[in-house]
């Protein structure tokens, strides 16, 4: 009922900086958790970031807090991750992700999660 769109992966260099969108179509984002996993070539797909229905509440992964900010846009059908600081460790495909949840915490495993972008690619060269 929900399709997902990543869009703005790319190469960038260590330390810098990139802002990742995951578009939706079919249904309005309202009442839908959003969240943000990735997965290196050769390791399972992890957790990245979360952001409840309200838009307020978000939970990250240890590895990118401080470092990566979700927040979305409910007008729009949109949902952003900005991304920096970053290091090589933090190359892979990233994935965008809903469920319905009016809950305030977000879920932070892949199934709570019923719909999936095909991901878009964010390399960070050394």
């Known amino acids: 009922q929900v399709q997902l769109v990543e869009s703005g992966g790319g190469l960038v260099q260590a330390g810098g900086s990139l802002n990742l969108s995951c578009a939706a179509s079919?249904?309005?984002?309202?009442?839908?958790?959003l969240g943000w996993f990735r997965q290196a070539p050769g390791k399972e797909r992890e957790f990245v970031a979360a952001i409840a229905w309200d838009g307020i509440h978000t939970s990250y992964a240890d590895s990118v807090k401080g470092r990566f900010t979700t927040s979305r846009e409910n007008a729009k059908n949109t949902v952003y991750l900005q991304m920096i600081r970053l290091t090589p460790e933090d190359t892979a495909v990233y994935y965008c992700a809903a469920t319905v949840s009016r809950a305030a915490w977000v879920g932070i495993h892949r199934d709570n999660y019923d719909y999936w972008g095909q991901g878009t690619q964010v390399t960070v060269s050394s």
């Open positions: 079919g249904r309005t984002l309202s009442n839908y958790a």
